[in-house]
C-alpha cells in the first residue's frame, strides 16, 4: 500500500488516556507527543537518539521516540513521564532524583526517570554497574552521572517488594475518557 | 514541512515492484534509526520511504549451528535470543538500550562507518543474505555484498534475511575502541573468527570496522593467520598486515593518524584474548 495523504489518523493510549491525532505518518512520536499531545515533559534533544531525552515506554519497551514514526505508535500503549506521579504523589523514582541531587538543568530528567523505570521493570535489584549500563543511553550534561545512579538505587530500595505502580493499574482516567487532537 | 511518501508493503515481492519504481527515489525504512533522523530534521531528497514493518521480517531460528534471522529483528531480541559471548558484546557496543530495541540486523548492515559494529562481526561470521531485486533473489556472502555495493552502490537491493553460523568449535573475538565506554562511535571495530585443526589455524576471517566507507575483510592478515600458530611472532606479524589495505577516515571521533595506530594494538589484543582462551 501506498500512502499519499499528507496527515492521517491515527490513536494511541498515552498514560492510560485515549488519543486521536492527525499527523503525517513519518512525523516522529515525540513530535507527535510533545506538538500535539501537549505532553512536553519529554524533551527534543538530538533528534538522532544519541541523548535519551525524549525516551518514552510502548507497548512497556522503552525507545527513543524521536526515532519512531507516529504510524508505528498506532493502537499502541505509550507511557511518558507525566504518568507516573499520581497528583502531587510522585513516583518513587522522581521522589529519588529530587532526594538525591540528582538534576540540576533538569533537560535529561525526564528521559532518564524512564530509562530508570524500564531497567527496573527488568531487573529489580540491580548493581552500579547495571545501572550505568541501562542508562547509557541517556546523556546527562551536567551531574556527572554519579548522583543519578544513587537516586536509581535508592529508587530500587524503596520500590522493593512494592513492585512498580503501572499506569494502566493506577487507573488515573476513567477509561471512556477521550481526546482527539 | 513535508514529509517523504510512506509505502507500506505487505510482501516482499510488492516491496522489490515498489523499490523498482524508476520515478520515484525510495529509501528503505527498518527500524528507523538511520532513517527517521534523516526525515525529521529535513534533510533527505527521496520521494518516498519503504516501510519494511508489514513483511513480518522478525523471526529468528535457530538450526543447529546455523542462526537465520529477518532483516527486521531487532538488537535486543538478538541479544536475548543468542548468548554468544561475541553476540553479546557486539550488540551492546552499539548505542543504548532504548536504540537497540528499534535497531535492526537488517539496517545495521548499512549503516556507515564510524558505526555499523555487528556488520563487522557478521563480517568475521561469514554472514550470508537473503535479497530480494528486480527479477532475483537468492543468497550472496555479506562480503561480496559490500563488494558489489562498492561497485553500484545506487542498485536497489532488499535485505530479507541474514544467516550465520554459531558454531561452538569457532573462536570468535569481538572488540571496539571508542571515545567512550559505551553508547559511543566506533575508533576501531575489530572481529576476529578462527577455526582451528588441532593448533593450526585452519580458517581465518578478520573484519575491520569504523575505519573506511564499510566495514571490511582484511585478507593480508587472514593469509598470515591461517596455517600458523597463533605465536607472539604470528599475532604481530598479522597485526601489521592488516594494514596493507585499508585506508583509515578522519572524523570527528578520531583522525586516521591515530586509527592507523590503534588496529594492529586491537587486532594484537584480539588475538592474544583468543590466544588466551581454552579449545573449545
Known amino acids: ?181 | 514541512m513535508s514529509f517523504p511518501e510512506l509505502l507500506t508493503p505487505e510482501t516482499v515481492e510488492q516491496a522489490v515492484e515498489f523499490l523498482a519504481t524508476e520515478d520515484r527515489k525510495t529509501l528503505i525504512f527498518g527500524g528507523g534509526t538511520l532513517v527517521q533522523p534523516l526525515i525529521t530534521l529535513g534533510v533527505d531528497d527521496h520521494d518516498a520511504v519503504l516501510d519494511l514493518e508489514g513483511l513480518r521480517l522478525s523471526q529468528i531460528i535457530l538450526e543447529n549451528d546455523l542462526v537465520s534471522c529477518g532483516a527486521m529483528v531487532r538488537l535486543s531480541q538478538l541479544a536475548q535470543a543468542l548468548p554468544q559471548e561475541y553476540i553479546q558484546a557486539a550488540v551492546s557496543a552499539i548505542g543504548g538500550p532504548a536504540l537497540r530495541n528499534l535497531a535492526t540486523i537488517g539496517g545495521n548492515l548499512f549503516a556507515k562507518p564510524p558505526y555499523g559494529d555487528l556488520a563487522t562481526l557478521l563480517l568475521a561470521l561469514d554472514a550470508e543474505l537473503e535479497f530480494a531485486d528486480q527479477g532475483s533473489r537468492g543468497w550472496i556472502s555479506l562480503n561480496e555484498f559490500y563488494n558489489q555495493r562498492d561497485h553500484d552502490a545506487d542498485r536497489p537491493a532488499l535485505v530479507i534475511r541474514v544467516r550465520f553460523s554459531a558454531a561452538p568449535k569457532r573462536r570468535v573475538v569481538f572488540r571496539k575502541l571508542g571515545r567512550k565506554h559505551l553508547n559511543t562511535a566506533s575508533v576501531v571495530t575489530v572481529a576476529i573468527s578462527l577455526l582451528f585443526a588441532e593448533s593450526m589455524i585452519s580458517e581465518a576471517r578478520l573484519a575491520l570496522g569504523g575505519i573506511g566507507h564499510r566495514p571490511l575483510r582484511v585478507e593480508p592478515a587472514e593469509r598470515v593467520l591461517v596455517g600458523s600458530s597463533l605465536t607472539a611472532e604470528v599475532i604481530e606479524l598479522a597485526a601489521q598486515a592488516a594494514l596493507q589495505n585499508c585506508d583509515p577516515r578522519t572524523d570527528v571521533y578520531a583522525s586516521a593518524w591515530y586509527r592507523k595506530r590503534m588496529i594492529p594494538v586491537q587486532i594484537r589484543r584480539a588475538l592474544n584474548e583468543l590466544n588466551a582462551r581454552e579449545a573449545p
Open chain 1, 1 to 181: 500500500m501506498a500512502s499519499k495523504e499528507s496527515v492521517q489518523h491515527f490513536s494511541f493510549l498515552v498514560n492510560g488516556e485515549h488519543y486521536d491525532v492527525l499527523a503525517p505518518p513519518l512525523m516522529s512520536l515525540s513530535e507527535v507527543l510533545r506538538e500535539k499531545c501537549g505532553l512536553r515533559g519529554l524533551k527534543h534533544g538530538c533528534q538522532q537518539g544519541g541523548c535519551g531525552a525524549c525516551s518514552v515506554q510502548v507497548n512497556g519497551q522503552l525507545v527513543p521516540s524521536c526515532l519512531m514514526p507516529v504510524a508505528r505508535a498506532d493502537e499502541k500503549s505509550i507511557e511518558t513521564i507525566e504518568g507516573l506521579a499520581i497528583g502531587n504523589e510522585l513516583h518513587p523514582l522522581q521522589e529519588a532524583f529530587v532526594d538525591c541531587y540528582a538534576l540540576q538543568c533538569g533537560f535529561c530528567t525526564p528521559g532518564m526517570i524512564m530509562a530508570a523505570k524500564a531497567l527496573l521493570e527488568n531487573n529489580p535489584s540491580p548493581s552500579r554497574e547495571e545501572i550505568l549500563v541501562g542508562l547509557s543511553g541517556n546523556v546527562c550534561r551536567c551531574t556527572g552521572y554519579h548522583f543519578i545512579v544513587d537516586a536509581v538505587l535508592t529508587a530500587a530500595t524503596k520500590m522493593k517488594g512494592v513492585g512498580i505502580p503501572s499506569t494502566e493499574a493506577r487507573e488515573r482516567v476513567p477509561a471512556d475518557t477521550k481526546r482527539a487532537v
